[in-house]
C-alpha cells in the first residue's frame, strides 16, 4: 500500500514548481487573463525542457505536473494536448486538443491540431477556423470550432480512455488548486486581525478551514487512485476511478473555492487579491466533462 | 505508488480465510452493546476469544513478548478486512487491547504487564475504561473524580459515566485527581481498578435507543491499593494521550462496515425495486462513493504510516467523515426501506447513528484538532 509518489515524480514536480514560480507566476496568469491561448512560445518550451510533454511519461507522472499547474491556476494548453494524444494523436511536436464539443473546446485557439470524433473514428484536423469563448475563468481558455477539412483519421483512436484521463487530469488539477486556496486561507487566518485577534483563532473559520480539508483530503485520495488506475488498471477500473473522482470534486472543490473567499471576506471579492482566480478555476472544472449529477448517474450505471 | 496488497499480506489472508472457515463457529457474528455477566452470549464470545487467542490472531498488533502477534501494518489491515468479511467477532475487550493494553505496555511496571496482558488477551478479564465524567466530556482534563492516598492505598470518591463493557468488566483502568492544587491536566493519575472492590457500583445507562447500552460507576471510598497506579503519580494525562494516539490509529478500519453498508443498501434498493428512481440513485451512488473515498482516505493514512509519518492529516479527518457518512447511509437507506423505514429496527438506526458525532470526541471538538494540529491555526481562547 504505497499512495506515495516517486522520488523521480517529487523531482519533476519541484523542478515544474520552480519554473512556473519563476516564469509563470501569478503576474503571468494576470498578463495572460485575455489571452486566448493562455501561452506563449518560451513557456510551452521551458515546460518540455523540463520533461513535462515526454511522450513516455505515465499518468502518475503527468498528475505531478498536473497539480503544480492547478497550483499556480496555470493557463496553457498542456492538459488538452495530452487528451489529444491519449484519444491518439501520434504527433507529439504539436499544441493540440480533443474536441468534445465543437461549441466549447478547451484550448482550441492555442491548438495546431484539434482532434474530432466523428462515429467510432477520431481525426486529427489542423484546418479548422476557431473563435475565442470567453467564460468567467480567465485561467482558462476555450474556442469554438468549424472545421475546414476532415484531416487525418487516427488510427488507434481511444476516446472512452482520453476521456476518462482527461477527466481525472481536470480533478488533480483542481487537487492544487484547492490546495492553494486553503493554504492562502489558513495563511490569511494568521495575518488578519478583528476584534483584537487572528480570525483564524475563532472556531467559526476554523470549523471552515477544517471543512475544507476533510474535502480536499478525500479528493485528494480520490483523485491519485485515479492516476493510479489510469497506469495500472483495466479500461473499466480507471472508468469507474474517474466517474468518482469527478462526481466528488465537482462540488467539494467548487465549495473549497467558495469557502476561501469567505474566509477572506471583503479583500476576497476585489480583482486585486487572487483568490477569485482559484475560485474560477475551480468553477471551470466543476463546468467541464460533465456535471455532478451525469456523473453520480453514471456511478449509478456501474455499481447498482 | 503501488496500491496493491504486498505478496506477504496476501499470502496472510489466505492463510486466515481457511482458518476462519474452519474455526469461527456458526451464527457466531456481531457483538451485542448490552453484554450481560453470566449470559450465553458473554460465554460464546469468551470462548471464541480463547480460540482467536490459542491461534495466535487475538493480538496482531501487540509485539510478540506479550503474546501478540507483532504484525506488520499491513497485516492488521488484512486481518480486519477478513474479520469484516465474515462479520466475525474480534477479543471480547474492545476497549482494553486498542486502548487500554498500550498505556500498560508503555506505563506498567512488569508486575502490571504480566497479571494484565495475558488475561486482557484471552478475555479472561474483562476491562473498562473511566474517564468521561457527567462534567467532564469534551473538556475531559476537568475530570473531578477524587484518589487520595492514605498509607498504602488510594481512597477513591466519585463517579464515571459512558463505561463501554461497564457492566460486565473485571478491571477498570480509572483517571482520578490526585493534585487538586495544580493546574488540571497536571493533577490526574491513573489506576488500574478491581471492580469487585467494596464501593464500586456499577448501574446501566439507558441511552435515546432506549437500550443500556453504557454504564455508570460510582466510587464511594473505595480503597485501591497504591500499586494499581499506572505510569507515575499526577502524569495520568501522559498516559491518557499513549491511550489516545492508539485509538486514532484505528481509524485504518472505519470505512470497512461503510463499504458493507452501502453495498447491502444497493442490493435492498434493487430487492425494493427503487433502485430505477432517478433521484434515489443519485443519492445511493452519492453514499457508495463517500464510503469508498473513506477507503482511499485511510490507505493514504497507511501509505504515509509505512512511510514512518504519524497519523496526518487522513486520519484526523477520517473519524469526522466517517461519522458523515454513516449518517447519510441510514438516511437514504430510510428512503429505500419505504413502509419499513420507520419500524423499530430500521427506524432506531436514524436514532443511534446521533452518538457517532459525539462517542470518541465530537465533530466539533475533531474539527478544532484539524484547524489547530494539523492546519496549524491560531488556538483560540
Same mark, same amino acid.
Given at each position: 500500500?504505497?499512495?506515495?509518489?516517486?522520488?523521480?515524480?517529487?523531482?519533476?514536480?519541484?523542478?515544474?514548481?520552480?519554473?512556473?514560480?519563476?516564469?509563470?507566476?501569478?503576474?503571468?496568469?494576470?498578463?495572460?487573463?485575455?489571452?486566448?491561448?493562455?501561452?506563449?512560445?518560451?513557456?510551452?518550451?521551458?515546460?518540455?525542457?523540463?520533461?513535462?510533454?515526454?511522450?513516455?511519461?505515465?499518468?502518475?507522472?503527468?498528475?505531478?505536473?498536473?497539480?503544480?499547474?492547478?497550483?499556480?491556476?496555470?493557463?496553457?494548453?498542456?492538459?488538452? $494536448?495530452?487528451?489529444?494524444?491519449?484519444?491518439?494523436?501520434?504527433?507529439?511536436?504539436?499544441?493540440?486538443?480533443?474536441?468534445?464539443?465543437?461549441?466549447?473546446?478547451?484550448?482550441?485557439?492555442?491548438?495546431?491540431?484539434?482532434?474530432?470524433?466523428?462515429?467510432?473514428?477520431?481525426?486529427?484536423?489542423?484546418?479548422?477556423?476557431?473563435?475565442?469563448?470567453?467564460?468567467?475563468?480567465?485561467?482558462?481558455?476555450?474556442?469554438?470550432? $468549424?472545421?475546414?477539412?476532415?484531416?487525418?483519421?487516427?488510427?488507434?483512436?481511444?476516446?472512452?480512455?482520453?476521456? *476518462?484521463?482527461?477527466?481525472?487530469?481536470?480533478?488533480? *488539477?483542481?487537487?492544487?488548486?484547492?490546495?492553494?486556496? #486553503?493554504?492562502?486561507?489558513?495563511?490569511?487566518?494568521?495575518?488578519?486581525?478583528?476584534?483584537?485577534?487572528?480570525?483564524?483563532?475563532?472556531?467559526?473559520?476554523?470549523?471552515?478551514?477544517?471543512?475544507?480539508?476533510?474535502?480536499?483530503?478525500?479528493?485528494?485520495?480520490?483523485?491519485?487512485?485515479?492516476?493510479?488506475?489510469?497506469?495500472?488498471?483495466?479500461?473499466?477500473?480507471?472508468?469507474?476511478?474517474?466517474?468518482?473522482?469527478?462526481?466528488?470534486?465537482?462540488?467539494?472543490?467548487?465549495?473549497?473555492?467558495? *469557502?476561501?473567499?469567505?474566509?477572506?471576506?471583503?479583500?476576497?471579492? $476585489?480583482?486585486?487579491?487572487?483568490?477569485?482566480?482559484?475560485?474560477?478555476?475551480?468553477?471551470?472544472?466543476?463546468?467541464? #466533462?460533465?456535471? $455532478?449529477?451525469?456523473?453520480?448517474?453514471?456511478?449509478?450505471?456501474?455499481?447498482? | 505508488?503501488?496500491?496493491?496488497?504486498?505478496?506477504?499480506?496476501?499470502?496472510?489472508?489466505?492463510?486466515?480465510?481457511?482458518?476462519?472457515?474452519?474455526?469461527?463457529?456458526?451464527?457466531?457474528?456481531?457483538?451485542?452493546?448490552?453484554?450481560?455477566?453470566?449470559?450465553?452470549?458473554?460465554?460464546?464470545?469468551?470462548?471464541?476469544?480463547?480460540?482467536?487467542?490459542?491461534?495466535?490472531?487475538?493480538?496482531?498488533?501487540?509485539?510478540?513478548?506479550?503474546?501478540?502477534?507483532?504484525?506488520?501494518?499491513?497485516?492488521?489491515?488484512?486481518?480486519?478486512?477478513?474479520?469484516?468479511?465474515?462479520?466475525?467477532?474480534?477479543?471480547?475487550?474492545?476497549?482494553?487491547?486498542?486502548?487500554?493494553?498500550?498505556?500498560?505496555?508503555?506505563?506498567?511496571?512488569?508486575?502490571?504487564?504480566?497479571?494484565?496482558?495475558?488475561?486482557?488477551?484471552?478475555?479472561?478479564?474483562?476491562?473498562?475504561?473511566?474517564?468521561?465524567?457527567?462534567?467532564?466530556?469534551?473538556?475531559?482534563?476537568?475530570?473531578?473524580?477524587?484518589?487520595?492516598?492514605?498509607?498504602?492505598?488510594?481512597?477513591?470518591?466519585?463517579?464515571?459515566?459512558?463505561?463501554?463493557?461497564?457492566?460486565?468488566?473485571?478491571?477498570?483502568?480509572?483517571?482520578?485527581?490526585?493534585?487538586?492544587?495544580?493546574?488540571?491536566?497536571?493533577?490526574?493519575?491513573?489506576?488500574?481498578?478491581?471492580?469487585?472492590?467494596?464501593?464500586?457500583?456499577?448501574?446501566?445507562?439507558?441511552?435515546?435507543?432506549?437500550?443500556?447500552?453504557?454504564?455508570?460507576?460510582?466510587?464511594?471510598?473505595?480503597?485501591?491499593?497504591?500499586?494499581?497506579?499506572?505510569?507515575?503519580?499526577?502524569?495520568?494525562?501522559?498516559?491518557?494521550?499513549?491511550?489516545?494516539?492508539?485509538?486514532?490509529?484505528?481509524?485504518?478500519?472505519?470505512?470497512?462496515?461503510?463499504?458493507?453498508?452501502?453495498?447491502?443498501?444497493?442490493?435492498?434498493?434493487?430487492?425494493?425495486?427503487?433502485?430505477?428512481?432517478?433521484?434515489?440513485?443519485?443519492?445511493?451512488?452519492?453514499?457508495?462513493?463517500?464510503?469508498?473515498?473513506?477507503?482511499?482516505?485511510?490507505?493514504?493514512?497507511?501509505?504515509?504510516?509505512?512511510?514512518?509519518?504519524?497519523?496526518?492529516?487522513?486520519?484526523?479527518?477520517?473519524?469526522?467523515?466517517?461519522?458523515?457518512?454513516?449518517?447519510?447511509?441510514?438516511?437514504?437507506?430510510?428512503?429505500?426501506?419505504?413502509?419499513?423505514?420507520?419500524?423499530?429496527?430500521?427506524?432506531?438506526?436514524?436514532?443511534?447513528?446521533?452518538?457517532?458525532?459525539?462517542?470518541?470526541?465530537?465533530?466539533?471538538?475533531?474539527?478544532?484538532?484539524?484547524?489547530?494540529?494539523?492546519?496549524?491555526?491560531?488556538?483560540?481562547?
Amino acid at each position: 500500500m504505497d499512495f506515495e509518489f516517486s522520488s523521480e515524480q517529487e523531482q519533476l514536480r519541484e523542478s515544474v514548481r520552480r519554473f512556473l514560480n519563476d516564469r509563470a507566476p501569478i503576474s503571468y496568469v494576470r498578463a495572460m487573463y485575455d489571452d486566448p491561448t493562455g501561452t506563449t512560445p518560451d513557456v510551452w518550451k521551458g515546460l518540455a525542457d523540463l520533461g513535462a510533454l515526454d511522450p513516455e511519461l505515465g499518468m502518475i507522472d503527468v498528475g505531478v505536473v498536473l497539480e503544480e499547474m492547478g497550483r499556480s491556476v496555470h493557463p496553457g494548453p498542456y492538459l488538452s $494536448t495530452l487528451a489529444a494524444r491519449w484519444a491518439g494523436l501520434d504527433d507529439d511536436s504539436v499544441i493540440a486538443t480533443l474536441a468534445l464539443d465543437l461549441a466549447h473546446v478547451p484550448d482550441a485557439c492555442a491548438s495546431d491540431v484539434v482532434v474530432v470524433p466523428d462515429g467510432e473514428d477520431l481525426y486529427a484536423v489542423d484546418d479548422f477556423d476557431v473563435t475565442p469563448v470567453p467564460t468567467p475563468d480567465g485561467t482558462r481558455k476555450v474556442g469554438a470550432v $468549424t472545421v475546414n477539412t476532415r484531416g487525418r483519421k487516427l488510427e488507434e483512436g481511444d476516446l472512452k480512455g482520453a476521456v *476518462d484521463r482527461w477527466t481525472v487530469g481536470y480533478v488533480v *488539477d483542481g487537487v492544487g488548486a484547492a490546495s492553494a486556496a #486553503l493554504e492562502l486561507a489558513v495563511a490569511y487566518g494568521h495575518e488578519r486581525e478583528q476584534f483584537d485577534r487572528p480570525i483564524g483563532s475563532f472556531q467559526a473559520v476554523q470549523h471552515l478551514c477544517a471543512d475544507m480539508l476533510t474535502s480536499l483530503e478525500l479528493g485528494r485520495a480520490g483523485a491519485y487512485y485515479g492516476l493510479w488506475a489510469a497506469d495500472h488498471e483495466d479500461a473499466a477500473e480507471l472508468h469507474r476511478a474517474a466517474t468518482m473522482a469527478k462526481a466528488f470534486a465537482s462540488d467539494a472543490f467548487f465549495r473549497i473555492g467558495a *469557502d476561501a473567499i469567505q474566509v477572506f471576506g471583503g479583500i476576497g471579492y $476585489t480583482w486585486e487579491h487572487d483568490i477569485h482566480l482559484f475560485y474560477k478555476r475551480l468553477l471551470t472544472l466543476q463546468h467541464t #466533462l460533465g456535471s $455532478t449529477t451525469d456523473h453520480l448517474e453514471e456511478l449509478a450505471r456501474l455499481v447498482i | 505508488m503501488n496500491l496493491s496488497y504486498p505478496p506477504e499480506a496476501e499470502a496472510f489472508r489466505e492463510e486466515l480465510r481457511s482458518w476462519l472457515e474452519a474455526n469461527l463457529p456458526e451464527g457466531l457474528t456481531g457483538f451485542s452493546e448490552q453484554l450481560e455477566r453470566g449470559s450465553e452470549e458473554l460465554e460464546r464470545l469468551r470462548a471464541w476469544n480463547v480460540v482467536l487467542a490459542d491461534a495466535g490472531y487475538a493480538a496482531l498488533s501487540w509485539p510478540e513478548e506479550y503474546g501478540g502477534r507483532g504484525a506488520s501494518l499491513m497485516e492488521q489491515i488484512v486481518f480486519n478486512e477478513e474479520m469484516d468479511r465474515v462479520q466475525a467477532p474480534g477479543p471480547v475487550n474492545i476497549v482494553g487491547m486498542p486502548n487500554i493494553a498500550p498505556a500498560i505496555m508503555q506505563w506498567g511496571t512488569e508486575e502490571q504487564k504480566v497479571r494484565f496482558l495475558p488475561r486482557m488477551l484471552r478475555g479472561d478479564d474483562i476491562w473498562c475504561q473511566g474517564m468521561s465524567e457527567p462534567n467532564a466530556g469534551s473538556d475531559l482534563a476537568s475530570l473531578q473524580c477524587r484518589a487520595v492516598l492514605d498509607g498504602d492505598v488510594f481512597v477513591v470518591n466519585g463517579q464515571k459515566t459512558w463505561n463501554t463493557l461497564g457492566s460486565v468488566a473485571d478491571w477498570c483502568q480509572l483517571y482520578v485527581r490526585t493534585d487538586p492544587s495544580v493546574k488540571k491536566h497536571k493533577g490526574i493519575s491513573c489506576l488500574l481498578v478491581d471492580m469487585t472492590l467494596r464501593g464500586v457500583e456499577v448501574r446501566p445507562l439507558v441511552t435515546i435507543t432506549g437500550d443500556p447500552g453504557f454504564s455508570e460507576l460510582f466510587f464511594t471510598d473505595v480503597r485501591v491499593p497504591a500499586s494499581a497506579l499506572l505510569g507515575p503519580l499526577n502524569e495520568g494525562w501522559k498516559v491518557a494521550t499513549t491511550t489516545l494516539a492508539h485509538e486514532r490509529a484505528g481509524v485504518a478500519k472505519l470505512h470497512l462496515g461503510l463499504r458493507r453498508g452501502a453495498r447491502e443498501l444497493i442490493e435492498q434498493a434493487r430487492e425494493a425495486g427503487v433502485a430505477e428512481d432517478p433521484v434515489l440513485r443519485q443519492k445511493l451512488a452519492r453514499v457508495y462513493l463517500e464510503a469508498e473515498y473513506l477507503k482511499l482516505l485511510a490507505d493514504r493514512a497507511i501509505s504515509g504510516q509505512l512511510h514512518g509519518r504519524p497519523l496526518g492529516p487522513e486520519g484526523s479527518v477520517a473519524k469526522l467523515v466517517w461519522a458523515d457518512v454513516q449518517n447519510h447511509l441510514v438516511e437514504v437507506a430510510s428512503e429505500v426501506h419505504g413502509a419499513d423505514a420507520w419500524n423499530l429496527r430500521n427506524g432506531m438506526r436514524r436514532v443511534s447513528v446521533r452518538s457517532l458525532s459525539i462517542a470518541g470526541g465530537t465533530t466539533q471538538v475533531n474539527k478544532n484538532i484539524v484547524a489547530q494540529r494539523v492546519l496549524g491555526m491560531p488556538r483560540g481562547l
